[in-house]
């Protein structure tokens, strides 16, 4: 199948992820293809990337935008057995689980409330328990991935956080850096809590690795990309 229709894993957000990879090392003061990053990409479809020496080693995302973190709408990762289960049980066609996985899932779907997570945060602050459950599943599929990636990639210079969650969110940024300390990332908490969409450092100067808010710019890293493309540079 990988030969007959082309399957394979894809990835996504390239642009993104290559984007605040860039701005990590320049705000680093280091030459990108020196160092570690682990990109996590909150949006409303996230992402993770490992970045070793620059170049992606891994990424969430898969064959399409489903894989990987719980996202607004989208499932993410799950036992693939669990969609013939539903699908048989529902009498459900491939197109009627595909919206179910990719448009009624995630957030949305375990909140039971939406797929914006200021309103999750809202409902969980009053008490709301499914909105509690959310934001608990989604910051363990979030650490899931920054745990594997750290193993890959066994130096870590910095954790990245950038997109609509991650630019924002500071309760979803807290409880993915919790007790990290033993793997060398401590984080700033007043620093992160007061951080909002700009290049900030979130971490305390006595941890070793970097939590660094990147806000995204794909626009601009695709006007950069064809730009290079022209000159003869990529
Ligand atoms: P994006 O796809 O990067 O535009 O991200 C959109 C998502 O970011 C929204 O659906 C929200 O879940 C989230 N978001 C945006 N602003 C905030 C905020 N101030 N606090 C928490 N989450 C936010």
Redesign the pocket.
């Known amino acids: 199948y990988y030969e007959k229709y082309k399957i394979r894993r894809y990835g996504f957000h390239g642009t993104s992820h290559r984007y605040v990879a860039m701005k990590a090392a320049e705000f680093l003061g280091k030459p990108l293809e020196s160092i570690n990053l682990i990109t996590c ?5 996230s992402s993770i990337t490992a970045i070793a020496g620059g170049k992606s080693m891994d990424t969430s995302m898969g064959f399409t935008p489903l894989e990987g973190v719980v996202m ?1 709408t989208r499932s993410g990762s799950l036992d693939p057995a669990v969609l013939l289960y539903i699908m048989e049980k529902e009498n459900l066609t491939p197109k009627q689980m595909s919206d179910l996985l990719n448009k009624k899932s995630g ?1 949305l779907g375990l909140s039971g409330i939406s ?4 309103e ?2 809202d409902a969980a602050d009053k008490g709301n328990h499914r909105a509690k459950l959310t934001l608990e599943v989604l910051v363990h599929s979030i650490r899931r991935y920054i745990g594997g990636y750290m193993v890959e990639l066994g130096r870590v210079d910095a954790i990245v956080f ?8 500071w ?2 940024r807290e409880m993915c850096m919790a007790n990290m300390e033993n793997w060398g990332f401590v984080l700033d908490k007043e620093k992160n809590r007061t951080t ?1 969409g700009t290049l900030t450092d979130i971490s305390l100067s006595s941890s070793k690795g970097k939590i660094l808010v990147v806000p ?1 710019n794909e626009e601009l890293m695709i006007a950069l990309e064809t730009q290079w493309v022209l000159e003869g540079k990529e």
């Open positions: 990409h909150l949006g409303n479809g607004g957030i797929n914006d997570m200021r999750i945060n950038t997109a609509g969650i991650g630019e924002n969110d309760v979803v909002r995204t």
